[in-house]
């Protein structure tokens, strides 16, 4: 028993911050998608993480959005294989060589790898949750076009703790 009070005050620690955006805030123009009606600038936000608890081996960024009238939400992001070394992600790295030796991006819903900002239809406003994986596993053994689903199911299978941060958009 004691042994699960250590992990859970571990997990308690880890903690993700942002230079792009803030808890419950708006996104800025640079996490909107261009296309589909919107004109952003389709930048992956700065993530920051700390707390990450002993026996991380790597780590798995996630972005997601549950008011997608989709029936199933909308994946901007999802990112794996993150070597446990790695503390943050700089603005505008997906996409490029920055990216932690190593790590892997998946097809966002748009079919595209890596980020795909934020567009919902007009009206209601969205949350996108980001999430901080810190895994026991030093890499996920996925196939090259694994879709969100295998992915979140893998990533949860080899989950020690998450970060979160929510932000907001509308249109």
């Excluded at 620690?13 to 419950?24: A, L, Q």
């Excluded at 503390?87 to 998946?106: C, R």
């Excluded at 996920?140 to 998450?162: K, Q, R, V």
Aim: aromatic share 8%; with cysteine.
């Amino acid at each position: 028993m004691l042994g699960g009070l250590a992990t859970r005050a571990a997990a308690e620690d880890f903690k993700v911050t942002s230079t792009s955006m803030r808890e419950g805030g708006k996104l800025e123009i640079a996490q909107v998608f261009k296309g589909f009606g919107c004109d952003g600038g389709d930048a992956s936000p700065h993530l920051s993480w700390s707390g990450a608890p002993v026996g991380t081996k790597s780590f798995a960024v996630t972005a997601y959005d549950p008011d997608a009238p989709t029936g199933s939400g909308w994946w901007h992001w999802a990112i794996v294989n993150i070597p446990a070394a790695t503390t943050a992600l700089s603005a505008g790295i997906s996409g490029t060589d920055a990216l932690p030796k190593g790590a892997v991006e998946l097809k966002n819903d748009y079919g595209t790898r890596g980020f795909g900002g934020v567009c919902p239809p007009p009206g209601a406003v969205h949350r996108y949750i980001f999430t901080v994986h810190a895994l026991s596993v030093p890499a996920l053994d996925l196939p090259e076009d694994a879709s969100n689903a295998l992915a979140g199911f893998m990533i949860g299978g080899a989950t020690l703790a998450t970060a979160r941060l929510t932000a907001v958009y509308n249109r």
